[in-house]
């Protein structure tokens, strides 16, 4: 089992920016993929980001050059840097961790709003 605990959600003004923050314990298996992805009302999880172990990233193309995920493999945590926040963004953000299982956060708020 891995347990994933995310902080670093809130209330934030269009514009402004949010680092969330994941840390993972309890595996005994390399944790070969992190990542987040987000849930609107009404609407499916989608992805935001990825990163293998080996540092590869992925994106969606919603949040290109305003995200920037990152992860300390030491310390088994991911990060989310989160600029330009637009009201679109506002979602619930989960947590996500492949060691061969698949394992998801409890997630934190995000709200992009003025």
């Known amino acids: 089992q891995v347990q994933l605990v995310e902080s670093g959600g809130g209330l934030v003004q269009p514009g402004g920016s949010l680092r969330l923050s994941c840390a993972a314990s309890?595996?005994?298996?390399?944790?070969?993929?992190m990542g987040w992805y987000r849930q609107a009302p009404g609407k499916q999880r989608e992805l935001v980001a990825t990163?293998?172990?080996?540092?590869?990233?992925n994106y969606a193309d919603s949040v290109k050059d305003r995200f920037t995920i990152s992860r300390d493999n030491a310390k088994n945590t991911v990060y989310l840097q989160m600029n330009s926040l637009k009201p679109e963004d506002t979602a619930v953000y989960h947590c996500?961790?492949?060691?061969?299982?698949?394992?998801w956060g409890q997630g934190t708020q995000v709200t992009v709003s003025s």
């Open positions: 996500n961790a492949d060691a061969g299982l698949v394992f």
């Open positions: 990163i293998t172990s080996t540092g590869y990233t």
């Open positions: 309890g595996s005994i298996r390399p944790i070969y993929r």
